[in-house]
Structure formats: C-alpha cells, structure tokens
C-alpha cells in the first residue's frame, strides 16, 4: 500500500527549527527581564533599608553623626540611579522583547501554514486511496459476478 510522503518535509523542519530558535531568543529576553525586575526590586530594597538607617540617625534626642547621615544619603542616591538606569535598561528588553515575539509569532504562521497545507494534502491522499480502493473493490465484484454468471451458461 502507498504512503504519504509530504515532498516539503525539509521546509516543514526547517520553519519548526526556525521558531524553536525564535522561542530560544524570547526566553532568554525574558530571563533578561526578569534579572533586571529583580534588580530594580533589590534597589528599592535598599532605599527603604538606607531611609530607614538615615531617619534613625536622624531621630530626635540622638546625637547626629553629620558624616554617617552623608553617607547615608550618598548610598541612597547610589541605589537610586542604579534603579534608574536598570530601568532604562529593562524599557530596552521589553521593546527587543516585543520585537522577538512578534518574530517568534510570525515564524509559528509560517509553521503552521507548511502544516496546513501537509494536512490538505494527506487528507486528499486518504481520499484518493479510498476511492482507488472502493474502484478496485467495485471491479473485483463485477468480475466475479461475470465469473460466476458464465459458469451457469
């Protein structure tokens, strides 16, 4: 019996591998992400953490160290503007990240449209093999009725 052979197989692999890599790009943009919200949390983290160190220097009947309170608002600028560039940075992920999902969904189309079409042409097959098989089924019975009609002659 004949089988189906889909003669753009090679195509078909080829978009899978396609947007395997394209899914490659966007997890590794999401982990990027991901790093850089953890950082950003971390920041504010240790602005609350200096705020909190600076107000109880800064609370009232306790001796003011004016060199620890400097420091203090020196490291919470620090942690301020490294939230603020790794913010930045995290608005250049998201759009690289919009851009390779749009990319990761164009290549699942294309995908699927090499699919779609391999699925039309194996149900066209099925259905030329079935009826190649009713036709044969159909003449093997007129035949043995032939047969069977010239024997009683």
């Not at 009713?134 to 035949?143: I, Q, R, T």
């Amino acid at each position: 019996m004949a089988r189906f052979r889909f003669k753009l197989q090679p195509v078909l692999e080829q978009r899978a591998r396609e947007e395997r890599d394209k899914q490659l790009v966007v997890a590794q943009l999401d982990r990027e992400r991901l790093a850089l919200e953890s950082r950003i949390r971390q920041c504010q983290l240790m602005i609350e953490d200096e705020r909190g160190t600076l107000s109880d220097a800064l609370a009232p009947g306790s001796r003011v160290d004016l060199r620890a309170v400097k420091m203090q608002a020196g490291a919470t600028l620090m942690h301020n503007f490294e939230a603020q560039r790794t913010v930045l940075e995290l608005a250049g992920v998201f759009k690289r990240l919009e851009h390779a999902r749009g990319e990761l969904m164009e290549a699942a189309a294309r995908r699927k449209a090499v699919e779609l079409l391999k699925e039309q042409q194996a149900q066209a097959f099925k259905r030329a093999m079935d009826t190649k098989e009713s036709n044969d089924l159909d003449e093997m019975s007129v035949m043995r009725f032939q047969r069977n009609d010239g024997m009683k002659l």
